[in-house]
C-alpha cells in the first residue's frame, strides 16, 4: 500500500501533530487554503476593553484582505473570541505563546495593550510592520508610530483624558493601529450552547410572554468599587419599573452579586427574577440576549449589551462616558459631579454615583422604548 507522504505546512488548516478538522491527508486535498497576510493582535487586558477592540477586525481586513489573523488575550477571555469567524487562531497569553509566536514572521503587528509584559513581546515578535504600543529601550510606554502619540498622552495628562477628549475609544485605537475607522461596530458571536441556560431558565420561571424584559447588572467588577450604584437605588428602580411599565425584572450578576442579589429579590415586595451567580461568561451573555434592555455601570456587561445590539442605560460616575461608543443603542447617565471622572478605584463617599436616581433611569428606559 502505498503512504502519502506530502505534507502542507503553509495551509491554515494543516496542525501537523494531529488531523485537521477535515480528517483528509495533504495529497491532493480539496480543503487546502493558503495563508493570506499575517497579522498578529495582541489585546489582552479586561475583557471589555478586549470586546471593544473587536471592531479594528473589519478595519485590518479592509487594509489586508484575506488575512490570517491570530490574537493573544488572557486566558479568561479565549472564549470570547473563539466564536469570531474573522479570528483564525487564538493563543493565551503566556511564555509557551509568546516562544511560538518568536518562532513565526507576520506581515503585521497590532500591538494594543500598554502593559510592559505584552508590549515587550510585541517589540519581540517579527513584523516589518507594527503599531500602537511598544517598550523602549527604558522599559518605558512609547508608540511603534507617531499615530499613537493621542493614545499615549491620554494615560499621562488627566486634563485631556477628563476634560478636552471627545473621542471614542474606538476612535482613538483606531488611530493609533493606523486603521480607517467608519464607526465599526462590536463582532461578537454568541454560540447556540451558550444560549441555552437562560432558554430553560425561562421555561423553568414561567416567565411571562409578551412583556418587556429589562436587565439589571447589579455589580460594578472588583476594581472600580466606586463604579457601585446604591442598593437602595436598584430597590427602588425594580418598584418603579414594575409599577410604571409593567416589565419582568432580571437581576444579572456574578459572585461578587450574588448576596445582593438575593436581598433585591427578598426585600422588593414585587416579582423579579433572579438569574442565579454560577453562569459561565457566556452563559452570563446569553440571558443578557434574552433582555430587550440593560441597565448598567460601566462594566463588561455594559460592552456585551451593546455588542448583543441591546438598547442600554449605562450609569456613569468616576470614568469618562465620552469615551464609551454606544452606537445610537446606548443613553449614558452622568451627575457630573464635580470631582468626576476621576478613575479612583474607592471613595468614601461617590457622589457621581449616588446622584444617579432611579427616577432619571426609569425616564432614560421609557425613551428608548
Same mark, same amino acid.
Given at each position: 500500500?502505498?503512504?502519502?507522504?506530502?505534507?502542507?505546512?503553509?495551509?491554515?488548516?494543516?496542525?501537523?501533530?494531529?488531523?485537521?478538522?477535515?480528517?483528509?491527508?495533504?495529497?491532493?486535498?480539496?480543503?487546502?487554503?493558503?495563508?493570506?497576510?499575517?497579522?498578529?493582535?495582541?489585546?489582552?487586558?479586561?475583557?471589555?476593553?478586549?470586546?471593544?477592540?473587536?471592531?479594528?477586525?473589519?478595519?485590518?481586513?479592509?487594509?489586508?484582505?484575506?488575512?490570517?489573523?491570530?490574537?493573544?488575550?488572557?486566558?479568561?477571555?479565549?472564549?470570547?473570541?473563539?466564536?469570531?469567524?474573522?479570528?483564525?487562531?487564538?493563543?493565551?497569553?503566556?511564555?509557551?505563546?509568546?516562544?511560538?509566536?518568536?518562532?513565526?514572521?507576520?506581515?503585521?503587528?497590532?500591538?494594543?495593550?500598554?502593559?510592559?509584559?505584552?508590549?515587550?513581546?510585541?517589540?519581540?515578535?517579527?513584523?516589518?510592520?507594527?503599531?500602537?504600543?511598544?517598550?523602549?529601550?527604558?522599559?518605558?510606554?512609547?508608540?511603534?508610530?507617531?499615530?499613537?502619540?493621542?493614545?499615549?498622552?491620554?494615560?499621562?495628562?488627566?486634563?485631556?483624558?477628563?476634560?478636552?477628549?471627545?473621542?471614542?475609544?474606538?476612535?482613538?485605537?483606531?488611530?493609533?493601529?493606523?486603521?480607517?475607522?467608519?464607526?465599526?461596530?462590536?463582532?461578537?458571536?454568541?454560540?447556540?450552547?451558550?444560549?441555552?441556560?437562560?432558554?430553560?431558565?425561562?421555561?423553568?420561571?414561567?416567565?411571562?410572554?409578551?412583556?418587556?424584559?429589562?436587565?439589571?447588572? @447589579?455589580?460594578?467588577?472588583?476594581?472600580?468599587? &466606586?463604579?457601585?450604584? =446604591? !442598593?437602595?437605588?436598584?430597590?427602588? /428602580?425594580? *418598584? %418603579?419599573?414594575?409599577?410604571?411599565?409593567?416589565?419582568?425584572?432580571?437581576?444579572?450578576?456574578?459572585?461578587?452579586?450574588?448576596?445582593?442579589?438575593?436581598?433585591?429579590?427578598?426585600?422588593?415586595?414585587?416579582?423579579?427574577?433572579?438569574?442565579?451567580?454560577?453562569?459561565?461568561?457566556?452563559?452570563?451573555?446569553?440571558?443578557?440576549?434574552?433582555?430587550?434592555?440593560?441597565?448598567?455601570?460601566?462594566?463588561?456587561?455594559?460592552?456585551?449589551?451593546?455588542?448583543?445590539?441591546?438598547?442600554?442605560?449605562?450609569?456613569?460616575?468616576?470614568?469618562?462616558?465620552?469615551?464609551?461608543?454606544?452606537?445610537?443603542?446606548?443613553?449614558?447617565?452622568?451627575?457630573?459631579?464635580?470631582?468626576?471622572?476621576?478613575?479612583?478605584? @474607592?471613595?468614601?463617599?461617590?457622589?457621581?454615583? &449616588?446622584?444617579?436616581? =432611579? !427616577?432619571?433611569?426609569?425616564?432614560? /428606559?421609557? *425613551? %428608548?422604548?
Amino acid at each position: 500500500m502505498k503512504i502519502a507522504t506530502l505534507v502542507r505546512p503553509d495551509c491554515v488548516h494543516f496542525k501537523g501533530e494531529k488531523p485537521c478538522r477535515f480528517k483528509r491527508v495533504c495529497d491532493g486535498c480539496p480543503e487546502f487554503k493558503p495563508f493570506g497576510p499575517k497579522i498578529l493582535v495582541i489585546k489582552c487586558r479586561a475583557q471589555g476593553d478586549v470586546l471593544r477592540t473587536t471592531p479594528v477586525l473589519t478595519g485590518i481586513l479592509r487594509k489586508h484582505p484575506g488575512a490570517f489573523i491570530t490574537w493573544v488575550v488572557d486566558e479568561e477571555t479565549v472564549d470570547l473570541l473563539k466564536p469570531i469567524p474573522l479570528v483564525d487562531r487564538v493563543l493565551p497569553f503566556g511564555a509557551e505563546s509568546a516562544l511560538a509566536l518568536r518562532a513565526q514572521r507576520f506581515d503585521a503587528v497590532y500591538s494594543l495593550d500598554k502593559d510592559p509584559g505584552l508590549t515587550g513581546l510585541a517589540s519581540l515578535v517579527c513584523a516589518p510592520f507594527k503599531y500602537g504600543f511598544t517598550l523602549n529601550a527604558h522599559g518605558n510606554l512609547e508608540g511603534f508610530t507617531p499615530a499613537a502619540a493621542y493614545a499615549l498622552r491620554l494615560g499621562v495628562d488627566d486634563e485631556l483624558k477628563f476634560k478636552i477628549n471627545r473621542k471614542t475609544y474606538q476612535r482613538m485605537i483606531f488611530e493609533a493601529a493606523e486603521l480607517d475607522y467608519r464607526d465599526d461596530d462590536y463582532i461578537f458571536v454568541l454560540p447556540d450552547a451558550a444560549k441555552a441556560k437562560a432558554a430553560a431558565f425561562f421555561k423553568a420561571k414561567r416567565v411571562p410572554a409578551g412583556r418587556p424584559s429589562i436587565g439589571l447588572n @447589579t455589580g460594578a467588577g472588583a476594581k472600580f468599587t &466606586t463604579k457601585q450604584w =446604591p !442598593e437602595a437605588h436598584f430597590l427602588k /428602580l425594580i *418598584r %418603579l419599573l414594575k409599577r410604571e411599565l409593567k416589565v419582568n425584572v432580571f437581576l444579572l450578576g456574578g459572585m461578587r452579586e450574588r448576596a445582593l442579589n438575593k436581598r433585591l429579590a427578598a426585600q422588593a415586595g414585587v416579582p423579579v427574577f433572579d438569574t442565579g451567580a454560577d453562569n459561565s461568561l457566556l452563559e452570563f451573555a446569553g440571558f443578557l440576549d434574552r433582555m430587550d434592555a440593560v441597565v448598567c455601570s460601566d462594566t463588561l456587561a455594559m460592552h456585551l449589551a451593546l455588542a448583543l445590539k441591546k438598547k442600554t442605560v449605562i450609569l456613569f460616575g468616576p470614568t469618562c462616558p465620552q469615551e464609551i461608543e454606544t452606537y445610537g443603542r446606548g443613553t449614558k447617565l452622568f451627575a457630573g459631579a464635580a470631582c468626576a471622572p476621576c478613575y479612583k478605584q @474607592t471613595c468614601p463617599d461617590p457622589v457621581c454615583m &449616588t446622584s444617579i436616581k =432611579p !427616577e432619571e433611569v426609569l425616564q432614560a /428606559l421609557r *425613551r %428608548l422604548r
